[in-house]
């Protein structure tokens, strides 16, 4: 299997009716980034850069951050590397920066993380969206903002890499040939809300494994739910499928990078729900290239309409059946 995986490398992954699907990875330390020339993925489609901060005992310096990020895309040679800011506090708390706040937060996944740490504690904000647009200059920065609830909070921490922007502009720095900006959605309520936010993002990307825990109230760390909760649930592939809908028309990129991107059953149901961009764990770039060169996307989307309009008794055990039925 791995060594056909190997031969995939190379070739792009287009399904059988001409459609091409991205497959990008995830990555998160500097050295994720050459599984992207030994998976062929399509690129970076999130880089978790808090990682940095985890494996570190102070808060990376601007300085150091820059470097790193620098250093990724060159690593990426040419390829689309999308940076999504710090996703800290709540579970992923640091010594240096949350310990005050991991006592409040009973329920870090819905705690104060991500975006809304980094607006509040805005020296951190300032200094990574400083180091970025330094980083990538020349390159085409790609930047993501996780937990996005409501629209505002992206344009507070648009503005933050707006006033970096004028500064650098200011002493004539070398800025990133482009700049794109994107959120994850990843909470529920950014859904309702879009119409009012696409005209102003260059991408989204569905975070499912945090979009999971929240639209089910299902702790996704907790063991003991995860057999419950299953991302082939009908009320899962409904909401994805008004997203998909929402965004139809728009110039907005839409993607998934959570995990269930990763799995075979899984990226089938996205392709069918018209999803053309998942970054999934590198492990799973072969399977999914191979999988998404023996899927007619009429075929599957037709099944994926008549099961949204009356959901099978187990879609898994549906889709199963369709994808052996259809040699996939
Ligand atoms: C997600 O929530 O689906 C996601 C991709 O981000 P993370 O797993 O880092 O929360
Ligand atoms: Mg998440």
């Given at each position: 299997?791995?060594?056909?995986?190997?031969?995939?490398?190379?070739?792009?992954?287009?399904?059988?009716?001409?459609?091409?699907?991205?497959?990008?990875?995830?990555?998160?330390?500097?050295?994720?980034?050459?599984?992207?020339?030994?998976?062929?993925?399509?690129?970076?489609?999130?880089?978790?850069?808090?990682?940095?901060?985890?494996?570190?005992?102070?808060?990376?310096?601007?300085?150091?951050?820059?470097?790193?990020?620098?250093?990724?895309?060159?690593?990426?040679?040419?390829?689309?590397?999308?940076?999504?800011?710090?996703?800290?506090?709540?579970?992923?708390?640091?010594?240096?920066?949350?310990?005050?706040?991991?006592?409040?937060?009973?329920?870090?996944?819905?705690?104060?993380?991500?975006?809304?740490?980094?607006?509040?504690?805005?020296?951190?904000?300032?200094?990574?969206?400083?180091?970025?647009?330094?980083g990538?200059?020349?390159y085409?920065?790609?930047?993501?903002?996780?937990?996005?609830?409501?629209?505002?909070?992206?344009?507070?921490?648009?503005?933050?890499f707006?006033q970096?922007?004028?500064?650098?502009?200011?002493?004539?720095?070398?800025?990133?040939?482009?700049?794109?900006?994107?959120?994850?959605?990843?909470?529920p309520?950014?859904a309702?809300?879009?119409?009012?936010?696409?005209?102003?993002?260059?991408?989204?990307?569905?975070?499912?494994?945090?979009?999971?825990?929240?639209?089910?109230?299902?702790?996704?760390?907790?063991?003991?739910?995860?057999?419950?909760?299953?991302?082939?649930s009908?009320?899962?592939?409904?909401?994805?499928?008004r997203?998909?809908?929402n965004?139809?028309?728009?110039?907005?990129?839409l993607?998934?990078?959570?995990?269930?991107?990763?799995?075979?059953?899984?990226?089938l149901?996205?392709?069918?729900?018209?999803?053309?961009?998942?970054?999934?764990?590198?492990?799973?770039?072969g399977?999914?290239?191979?999988?998404?060169?023996?899927?007619?996307?009429r075929?599957?989307?037709?099944?994926?309409?008549?099961?949204?309009?009356?959901?099978?008794?187990?879609?898994?055990?549906?889709l199963?059946?369709?994808?052996?039925?259809?040699?996939?």
């Open positions: 299997k791995q060594a056909s995986y190997a031969k995939l490398r190379e070739v792009e992954p287009f399904t059988r009716d001409g459609k091409r699907i991205n497959v990008m990875m995830n990555a998160g330390l500097r050295d994720d980034v050459a599984m992207l020339a030994m998976t062929g993925a399509d690129g970076i489609g999130l880089y978790r850069t808090e990682f940095q901060f985890l494996v570190s005992a102070a808060l990376p310096q601007r300085e150091r951050q820059a470097r790193l990020y620098r250093d990724v895309l060159e690593a990426a040679n040419g390829k689309k590397v999308v940076f999504r800011t710090v996703d800290i506090g709540g579970d992923k708390s640091l010594p240096y920066l949350s310990s005050e706040t991991a006592k409040l937060d009973e329920n870090p996944a819905m705690g104060w993380r991500a975006l809304r740490l980094a607006l509040e504690r805005d020296g951190l904000m300032k200094a990574q969206a400083r180091a970025l647009l330094e990538a200059a020349g085409e920065l790609n930047v993501m903002f996780p937990m996005v609830s409501e629209p505002w909070e992206f344009d507070a921490a648009k503005d933050v707006d970096q922007l004028a500064w650098l502009k200011t002493r004539k720095a070398q800025l990133p040939s482009a700049i794109r900006y994107g959120v994850m959605l990843e909470v309520s950014l309702e809300m879009l119409d009012q936010l696409l005209p102003r993002l260059s991408f989204i990307s569905i975070g499912t494994n945090d979009l999971t825990q929240f639209l089910f109230a299902a702790d996704r760390a907790n063991p003991m739910l995860a057999e419950r909760y299953d991302w082939l009908p009320s899962i592939l409904r909401f994805l499928s997203v998909v809908s965004c139809e028309g728009e110039q907005v990129d993607g998934v990078c959570g995990e269930m991107g990763g799995r075979r059953l899984e990226a149901a996205l392709i069918g729900l018209g999803i053309r961009r998942l970054s999934i764990t590198p492990a799973a770039v399977q999914i290239k191979e999988l998404v060169r023996k899927v007619d996307t075929e599957i989307g037709d099944a994926m309409d008549g099961w949204l309009a009356s959901p099978p008794l187990d879609m898994r055990v549906a199963q059946a369709w994808a052996k039925a259809h040699s996939i």
